[in-house]
């Protein structure tokens, strides 16, 4: 059989220095050590204690409630530098920063992401504060990849930690694991197996020397997890392609890229890929090496066209630019709390155009602005923070320009002071003027590293009204929306603002629009309507009243070939939710935004459409969408074209799959597919879903086959394979789902490909995937 992973010497032992470093502080052992937990709503103390043996961390307020959360959970780390953006949100002291720490973890209760942040009362807690995260991190992260590790080279201590063994005998070679501390084993390290697979492995492990005691020596543990890591998936792929063959040499490298993975790569190009896999330097491939191959990014599963000379020189006009709606939103519309994280969060997953809804200061005597959602209950940030903040993360991800869509509800004043903290701010990175005299949008490739606004355009200056009308504060629900009914003082009252008319755009904001001007969508014959640079805003709602107009609907289509349109997410919806993107990508829309803070299938398709968090952010449309409309190829604007295809979907495995949440027996999994985007499909077999795996989350084995058609009236069609777990092993039972791959289907590329999934929140899981064999003709 052959095994996972073939394990480097020197990363073992590197592994093993390691885990063997990392102490657990004795005061995170017992009472906990207190921290100041800061929030909008109150400053607290907490402490928080550990549990090792759990990879738990916990948290406990001062009237006694607590909360968990494990080291699997935790999705960022901010500390220092990282952390300044946090800190200035709650207006916290500088005097502080070699104190605070900010984790990111998700929420199962709230099945959403949560920050806490906390100061440490001295710099040697926060050291200790800032150990205890990143070393349980780092040691389950070397036990999840390298549980091969030789327990027997590990510290008594560790080790113990590792198998919660109370005890200990002297190495002596007399050490031994029950099955009951091999089951407990592997519920920490989440191979989530049932426990009569534990036991066939256990019992295969044990000499017939040592079934009487029904023990393991550590050396037969390490044997146990050989058996655990055997890969019979490897095994069907391997005589698919070799039959018997025990190697595979380059000829057969090349002729399985040909003909499996339908891939035309320069020969210069395959032997260097031959050899940087060739690791024992025989001239030939194992299982072992081929499985490493696949799993690199020499065979990623989707196609790049992006790579190719060229692809980011067109207009703007002819791109998909991954935008976002309420980025600063966190939850809700009504009561979602604002801050800057979900302007990391966007940034840092290639979005290309965020939303600064910006509100007059509640401080008559003070204009600098706020960021916030009008008019509800959620709280105002900074925007001169939110500003810095962009500018840190903006071109981390991608150098492709970012775009600051302006909602503008300031007076004058404030909008000056708006002005001044946008350039000075951004600096020579903000595009205040045309790049030269061509009366056309500029190319993602010669704005890279540039910022362009969405303003309003305006043509005069509208006097308006008394700031003071403007807001009004109560502290009336303060309480009853603070954590643990505390009352809150007067610098945490919640502001409502007076519903108003919008206000004017001054000129000199108005003028920072030079590519993108914002106008008022009256119809699409009016002159302002073929202004190069304008873009039309609509709401969900708008848009889809002109798509039930079939001329209308030419027009909509035959504009967006040349300039730029913007849709947003209903006012209606409450709860962040999304609408189906694929809809107006269809109409050549080039900013379909979405919620980011709902991870609902409009938010995965967003993502998926632009490889996220991968990709640059923008996506050159098909080229049917681009074309400029004429009298001769008019009908080629209707949703009469049709694309059929037919597709092969060949599940053969899953690896590590976790269980979901609140799941208490064993995960007993299945995939479910869906094609999302097309007219019509049609499954060859009766369901569109696999067979259950009793027991099994480790490493099923399904070697299943569905099939089908579909029909299309463009190539944004998307693939989505959710992998679920039945409360029964007979029947699916009350599903719930673990996890998921969503790609366009026309960018996955055949041949057998793993597929990194994703949780239900978005966040990868890193050592989950899915090894299928797909087929698209």
């Known amino acids: 059989m052959t095994s996972v992973k073939s394990f480097d010497e020197k990363q073992l032992i590197h592994s093993i220095d390691d885990v063997n470093s990392f102490r657990v502080p004795t005061v995170f052992l017992k009472d906990g050590l207190s921290l100041l937990k800061i929030s909008h709503k109150s400053r607290k103390r907490v402490k928080l204690r550990v549990e090792p043996s759990e990879f738990k961390f916990i948290y406990e307020l001062p009237k006694g409630k607590i909360y968990e959360f494990l080291v699997d959970d935790i999705k960022g780390l901010y500390h220092d530098e990282t952390a300044q953006r946090f800190r200035e949100e709650f207006g916290i002291s500088k005097e502080f920063e070699r104190q605070w720490i900010s984790v990111a973890f998700f929420n199962h209760t709230k099945k959403k992401l949560k920050t806490l942040h906390l100061i440490a009362d001295t710099n040697y807690d926060f050291r200790r504060v800032k150990s205890i995260f990143t070393g349980f991190k780092k040691l389950k992260d070397d036990i999840a990849q390298n549980f091969f590790l030789n327990l027997n080279e590990l510290r008594d201590s560790t080790r113990n930690m590792v198998l919660e063994k109370a005890e200990c005998q002297p190495r002596s070679g007399r050490e031994s694991l029950s099955l009951q501390d091999v089951v407990k084993f592997t519920k920490r390290m989440n191979i989530n197996l049932g426990e009569r697979l534990i036991s066939q492995a256990f019992r295969q492990a044990s000499r017939s020397d040592q079934i009487s005691c029904g023990k393991l020596s550590f050396e037969q543990f390490k044997n146990f997890v050989e058996i655990l890591n055997e890969r019979k998936d490897l095994d069907i792929i391997w005589q698919d392609i070799m039959r018997s063959k025990a190697s595979m040499n380059f000829e057969e490298f090349q002729d399985f890229m040909i003909h499996e993975q339908h891939e035309v790569v320069e020969t210069g190009i395959l032997k260097k890929w031959f050899l940087t896999f060739d690791r024992g330097y025989k001239g030939s491939w194992t299982q072992q090496d081929l499985d490493a191959f696949l799993r690199s990014r020499m065979s990623s599963p989707v196609s790049e066209p992006y790579a190719k000379e060229g692809y980011f020189s067109r207009p703007l006009n002819?791109?998909?630019?991954?935008?976002?709606?309420?980025?600063?939103?966190?939850?809700?519309?009504?009561?979602?709390?604002?801050?800057?994280?979900?302007?990391?969060?966007?940034?840092?997953?290639?979005?290309?155009?965020?939303?600064?809804?910006?509100?007059?200061?509640?401080?008559?005597?003070?204009?600098?602005?706020?960021?916030?959602?009008?008019?509800?209950?959620?709280?105002?940030?900074?925007?001169?923070?939110?500003?810095?903040?962009?500018?840190?993360?903006?071109?981390?991800?991608?150098?492709?320009?970012?775009?600051?869509?302006?909602?503008?509800?300031?007076?004058?004043?404030?909008?000056?002071?708006?002005?001044?903290?946008?350039?000075?701010?951004?600096?020579?990175?903000?595009?205040?003027?045309?790049?030269?005299?061509?009366?056309?949008?500029?190319?993602?490739?010669?704005?890279?590293?540039?910022?362009?606004?969405?303003?309003?355009?305006?043509?005069?200056?509208?006097?308006?009204?008394?700031?003071?009308?403007?807001?009004?504060?109560?502290?009336?629900?303060?309480?009853?929306?603070?954590?643990?009914?505390?009352?809150?003082?007067?610098?945490?009252?919640?502001?409502?603002?007076?519903?108003?008319?919008?206000?004017?755009?001054?000129?000199?904001?108005?003028?920072?629009?030079?590519?993108?001007?914002?106008?008022?969508?009256?119809?699409?014959?009016?002159?302002?309507?073929?202004?190069?640079?304008?873009?039309?805003?609509?709401?969900?709602?708008?848009?889809?009243?002109?798509?039930?107009?079939?001329?209308?609907?030419?027009?909509?289509?035959k504009h967006n070939r040349l300039f730029l349109m913007r849709i947003y997410p209903s006012k209606i919806r409450l709860n962040s939710s999304n609408f189906n993107p694929i809809i107006y990508w269809n109409k050549g829309v080039q900013m379909v935004a979405t919620n980011w803070q709902t991870y609902d299938l409009g938010q995965q398709l967003n993502e998926a459409m632009f490889n996220a968090p991968l990709g640059d952010g923008y996506v050159l449309k098909p080229k049917r969408l681009r074309v400029p409309v004429s009298k001769s190829n008019r009908s080629e604007t209707t949703s009469d074209m049709n694309i059929r295809k037919r597709f092969t979907i060949r599940i053969i495995s899953a690896h590590q799959l976790p269980k979901p949440v609140d799941w208490s027996g064993d995960i007993n999994p299945f995939l479910s597919l869906e094609i999302i985007g097309a007219k019509y499909t049609a499954w060859n077999s009766r369901s569109n879903h696999t067979s259950i795996i009793a027991g099994n989350g480790f490493n099923p084995i399904w070697n299943e086959t569905l099939s089908g058609t579909f029909d299309s009236e463009s190539e944004l069609v998307f693939l989505k394979i959710t992998v679920l777990s039945s409360n029964s092993t007979n029947a699916i039972v009350e599903p719930q789902e673990v996890g998921l791959v969503v790609q366009n289907i026309f960018d996955v590329k055949e041949g057998y490909r793993y597929f990194q999934l994703k949780d239900m929140c978005g966040e990868q899981l890193l050592y989950s995937s899915i090894l299928a064999k797909i087929s698209v003709i």
Not at 333 to 346: D, F, L, R
Not at 383 to 393: E, G, P, S
Request: some cysteine.
């Open 318 to 557: 002819e791109y998909f630019i991954l935008s976002s709606h309420n980025t600063y939103l966190l939850g809700r519309q009504v009561m979602g709390e604002s801050s800057v994280e979900g302007y990391i969060k966007a940034l840092q997953r290639g979005c290309r155009c965020l939303e600064i809804d910006i509100w007059n200061s509640g401080n008559d005597a003070d204009h600098e602005p706020l960021v916030n959602h009008g008019r509800t209950f959620t709280n105002g940030i900074s925007l001169r923070n939110v500003v810095k903040t962009i500018k840190a993360y903006a071109f981390q991800a991608t150098q492709f320009p970012l775009i600051l869509s302006l909602e503008n509800h300031c007076s004058p004043e404030s909008q000056r002071e708006v002005i001044s903290i946008l350039t000075d701010t951004f600096g020579s990175m903000l595009v205040t003027e045309p790049l030269n005299t061509t009366a056309c949008l500029p190319s993602p490739d010669s704005l890279k590293c540039r910022v362009l606004l969405k303003v309003k355009k305006t043509d005069f200056f509208t006097a308006t009204q008394d700031d003071q009308s403007l807001m009004m504060s109560t502290s009336t629900t303060a309480a009853s929306l603070s954590e643990g009914n505390e009352h809150q003082n007067s610098s945490l009252k919640i502001k409502l603002r007076k519903k108003t008319s919008t206000r004017a755009v001054i000129r000199p904001l108005s003028n920072l629009g030079v590519y993108i001007q914002g106008i008022k969508f009256r119809n699409f014959s009016l002159p302002e309507s073929k202004t190069f640079n304008h873009c039309f805003s609509l709401s969900e709602k708008s848009i889809n009243n002109i798509l039930k107009d079939e001329n209308k609907r030419h027009s909509l289509d």
